[in-house]
């Protein structure tokens, strides 16, 4: 049996002009912004106008702890949102923009696979509709303008030597991590160290994932602490006056994107912050307009629940004030067959053992989603190679613990093999009372939001702090952001911080190291471990095989 | 007397539906890939098809050197492709895209001016279609790309201290100019002294420019020299591998953009080099393109036409296999005047000596262009302030040197204020039997070539080059670059190298500092004084006053 690749399935795809996609969500197509035929913004003013349509309902799509087998999280997205449409449904998807840089590196396209894709998916793994060009822009005029200011007499009384802005480039470059910038005389500045993140990694990605509209865009990016004077107080973006240009550099980032799946049914990719030092989620502003224009919205988070669903529970919804209606979290035989301990070429034979063992993982995550009042539900993701006997098995066990595990076959059939999923995600919304909250209040203090998730949702012991940590928490507190909900930063692989621990462990502690605020985009980062935010390349990139064949199409990029 | 300022202007303006503009072009809409509803990119498959068809009139819009009066280049360009359609010719004009940077220091917005204008003017000079941040990418993929091989083993031996590849940002950020990269250990690579440069002063920009094709882009990029080895030989970007991949994120960069002019004319906007390191014109695809398409294509070349005139001819024509058949020398009474010696403060007072004595700047540019063999006529663009004493002197002076200088008022009355323009060029164009022919012949020597230009153009006495500077000419002669055009580095505002020296000296030497194979581009730079490929901002950035208005409007862009 040979199966097709991604990148000839998507160029197989009958794409219906983009207009024909706004129209079935009810978009006329002057709100519509056309990047070719089959990409478009929707309007700002066609957004507002929709404000007090009732809302659809919203489905997060989560994981088990990502594993190198892999588990399919937006391509179960895409998967559920077809299959939705196909039962009879007004159903859209909301996924994440993929960044241009880890293309050339190792990581492949992020826009489905198999008969589950979103398209066009080149020009969505490249350039797209050049948000992050402009998240790239707004970022580095920002990183310019401190520069320019300290040059032309720091009436700020800028400390050089804790400028806290970084630049961005969207691209893996690790000889930029780290630099002394102002070298070569006084014409050029004053030489202080400084260095480079991935786009992704910027601030102002979370914030354009958070804002819910362009004055609440001016209002973050004015907020964001960008540096601090010789008296230790902070300098902010506002002071420095770019708050403004910015503002003008992301209004048309700020407007969703509008695409297609291979069904042709509608899906809105836009944003894509990090998931370690941001919520890894995709734009409110997107899934908030797609609320309004589907009775089903399907949403993904990254990573796996631990780290991405309650991220989008405390952070996203909470302060979007979004009323998530189902979880799905996402299972694969073989992500679990490595958590019961499995090595990776060794998942091809049956071991229904080890799947049990590995099956804790999911029990965890399931049981932590209960915490939030959302009713769930475990999409098996199926592989060739997963045998009766082990689908079976994780069916039992999932019933076990009183939910319900649907085999999936999307990659393979499309639709047809989320069907079973989708009409029992309409039953479980249909028929649960509960209701959603958040997991803390925001109230609570600063560090207690750390244990709490630490204990609660990781199931530690313990929390590190040391008296840095709190001081500056303490700090914060004092300075009113006592109400910010808490961004963890740890290892997507495990529970604990170590990324070797796999399955559900007990009895480790949580070692904050650091933590940040992100003042605009309105959250205290938590770092517990080591946390790379500019990627290098591998030894052999990807971009040494990427081109353009004779026919004039990419070649290589997946 | 009070006038509308550009942007008000700008904002009345009828667009018309892009499609639109392209049926008066005979491109079928499935054949424009629309960004937005007002802006378009034409795409290769319809190029391709019109190999075959006859050429239109190819008409260059050059000035006078550039002094703070201004001359107003590209609203002169627009003024006359407008005044051609109002006389009933099929015409469109083909000018440069503006860099994003510089609109946050202090450059407004180049869109042209008054009733000559481009639009939509504000995305024109924000993100437009995405061109320079696809070259930003391409450029800064190259970058991390020859890091990556030097951490990886560095198999092709490249000298750390000898590459010669920078990086980009579309950013006016002095404090990128000179940098250490790499540095914080061995898992960031080896540290090495680096910089930036602003996005269209990279080759790349350069390339896209010249390039017929997507190919003919891929050998370009392929021939880029990055780095030399510890034996002094030349590392190119094909031996990165970096070429395929450069190639795929240039894909649609490379197709022209369609937009229009306030008086729904066609206009292509597409590329945009530096005009001192590389030839200053917009790109070879969208001139050929616009030809196939229309009768009259007017277009324009960077600073005055010492410089930008010369490479017009020498460096794009020659390579494309262009031959222009008439240009328009743009003057205004004000520079003029400045030419003759008057200070920018007195410059609203009617001064006709001053200005027959700055009359020897535009004499000279005259006589230059004979040179080439191009029929010249000399455009006055008109500014309120200017004396009919003034302007008959001007005329007369003119006529004196065998030519005419025709009032134009576009600026105030569009199309109607150049349709006498429009009415000799045409006429010129029909009349005249002369043939195009560059300076000098691709087979002189390298020096020969900059000595050719300088005495010839520039009128110099003498050339000097130590001999480092001969020695290098010689050895690129012997590895076959021999054939290649010279493109010169020196200041736009005077005909020797020191900016002060306005009018038409004589008797002076031209130093030739240091020379640069840009192998990709395909040209030799000769840098007669500073370059700056990395601009600063000013105290007060014009960013502090850009924002959005409450109706989501673009204020303080220009």
């Known amino acids: 049996m040979t199966f097709k690749s991604d990148i000839e399935i998507a160029r197989e795809a009958r794409k219906q002009p983009i207009a024909q996609i706004g129209e079935k969500l009810g978009i006329p197509s002057e709100h519509l912004l056309p990047f070719g035929h089959d990409k478009a913004k929707i309007s700002q003013d066609f957004i507002k106008a929709q404000a007090n349509r009732e809302n659809g309902k919203l489905i997060l799509v989560t994981a088990i702890n990502p594993t190198p087998a892999g588990e399919g999280k937006t391509t179960t997205t895409v998967g559920l949102g077809d299959g939705l449409n196909a039962i009879g449904k007004n159903a859209a998807i909301c996924i994440r923009e993929p960044s241009l840089g880890p293309c050339f590196g190792m990581k492949g396209g992020a826009a489905g696979g198999g008969y589950a894709q979103v398209v066009p998916m080149e020009d969505i793994n490249l350039h797209f509709t050049g948000d992050f060009h402009a998240i790239t822009s707004a970022h580095n005029l920002l990183s310019a303008m401190i520069d320019n200011h300290v040059y032309w007499g720091n009436a700020e009384d800028i400390d050089i030597r804790r400028i806290t802005w970084r630049r961005v480039l969207d691209m893996n470059d690790r000889a930029l991590r780290s630099i002394v910038t102002s070298l070569g005389g006084a014409t050029n500045g004053f030489p202080r ?61 700020m407007q969703p994107n509008l695409v297609q799946t291979l069904e042709n049914n509608p899906a809105f990719i836009h944003g894509g912050p990090f998931a370690n030092i941001a919520h890894g989620c995709n734009s409110v502003i997107a899934t908030k307009t797609a609320l309004k224009l589907a009775d089903y919205v399907v949403t993904e988070a990254g990573f796996g629940a631990d780290l991405g669903a309650e991220k989008f529970f405390d952070i996203k919804c909470r302060k979007a004030g979004l009323s998530p209606n189902a979880v799905v979290v996402v299972a694969t035989i073989r992500a679990l067959k490595m958590n019961g301990g499995v090595a990776k070429e060794d998942l091809g034979a049956e071991n229904v053992d080890a799947l049990k063992k590995g099956c804790a993982n999911l029990a965890r995550h399931l049981e932590n989603i209960k915490k939030f009042g959302v009713p769930a539900v475990v999409a098996i993701n199926h592989f060739v190679t997963d ?124 070692p904050v190291r650091e933590v940040r605020l992100s003042a605009g985009a309105g959250f205290v980062v938590a770092i517990c471990g080591e946390i790379m935010t500019m990627p290098g390349l591998p030894k052999v990139p990807s971009a040494e095989a990427i081109k353009l064949d004779d026919a004039g199409q990419i070649e290589g990029l997946f």
Chains 1, 2 share one sequence.
């Open 193 to 253: 160290e400084a260095g480079f993140d991935i786009t992704v990694a910027s601030e102002i990605m979370a914030i354009l994932c958070l804002a819910e509209d362009l004055e609440d865009l001016q209002r973050r990016l004015g907020n964001i602490i960008v540096a601090y004077r010789r008296d230790k107080t902070p300098v902010y973006c506002r002071d420095i006056k770019a708050d403004g240009a910015m503002t003008v550099l992301l209004q048309q980032a």
């Open 387 to 510: 045998s009766d006997a082990e689908v079976d098995a994780l069916k039992t066990f999932v019933e076990g613990e009183g939910a319900k595990a649907i085999l999936c076959q999307h990659w393979e059939h499309g639709s047809e093999g989320t069907k079973a999923l989708a009409e029992h995600v309409v039953d479980m919304i249909d028929n649960f009372n509960g209701k959603f909250s958040p997991l803390y209040e925001d109230n609570l203090g600063l560090a207690d939001k750390i244990e709490k998730i630490a204990k609660e949702i990781y199931r530690a012991d313990e929390v590190v702090m040391d008296k840095k940590v709190l001081t500056q928490l303490k700090n914060w507190e004092k300075a009113g952001y006592g109400d910010l909900p808490i961004c963890m930063a740890k290892t997507q692989y495990s529970f604990t911080t170590d990324p070797n621990m796999r399955g559900a462990p007990t009895g480790h502690s949580i």
